[in-house]
């Protein structure tokens, strides 16, 4: 199950838990909506009931810049003090590894 996180075409915020939603966007069978789920792309956006979806970020620019400079400099020490923040919203996993959002948060920079 993931949260869906996002805003509608009007600015409002989106959101919700749906489960299996990524794994149906992935592939391409979930009804009503049509994705986009890219890694190589810096955003996700599809449709839900008619409506446009933007997945949105809520770590802290301050997190987000610790976790680009871990990614870009393998030599530096994972930034621990923002852990549980870039792991609620999905960036990391257990192991301070990207998951394919963290992928798209750094490549939306």
């Given at each position: 199950?993931?949260?869906?996180?996002?805003?509608?075409?009007?600015?409002?915020?989106?959101?919700?838990?749906v489960p299996g939603?990524?794994?149906?966007?992935?592939?391409?069978?979930?009804?009503?909506?049509?994705?986009?789920?890219?890694?190589?792309?810096?955003?996700?956006?599809?449709?839900?009931?008619?409506?446009?979806?933007?997945?949105?970020?809520?770590?802290?620019?301050?997190?987000?810049?610790?976790?680009?400079?871990?990614?870009?400099?393998?030599?530096?020490?994972?930034?621990?003090?923002?852990?549980?923040?870039?792991?609620?919203?999905?960036?990391?996993?257990?192991?301070?590894?990207?998951?394919?959002?963290?992928?798209?948060?750094?490549?939306?920079?």
């Amino acid at each position: 199950m993931i949260t869906r996180r996002g805003l509608g075409r009007a600015g409002a915020r989106k959101g919700g838990r749906v489960p299996g939603l990524g794994r149906r966007l992935a592939a391409g069978t979930h009804r009503g909506a049509e994705a986009t789920p890219s890694v190589d792309k810096s955003d996700l956006h599809f449709r839900w009931d008619g409506k446009e979806i933007a997945e949105t970020f809520n770590a802290s620019e301050e997190a987000l810049t610790a976790l680009a400079r871990l990614r870009y400099d393998p030599d530096s020490s994972p930034p621990w003090e923002y852990a549980s923040e870039l792991l609620a919203d999905g960036l990391i996993d257990v192991h301070f590894d990207l998951t394919p959002r963290g992928k798209r948060a750094l490549a939306s920079r």
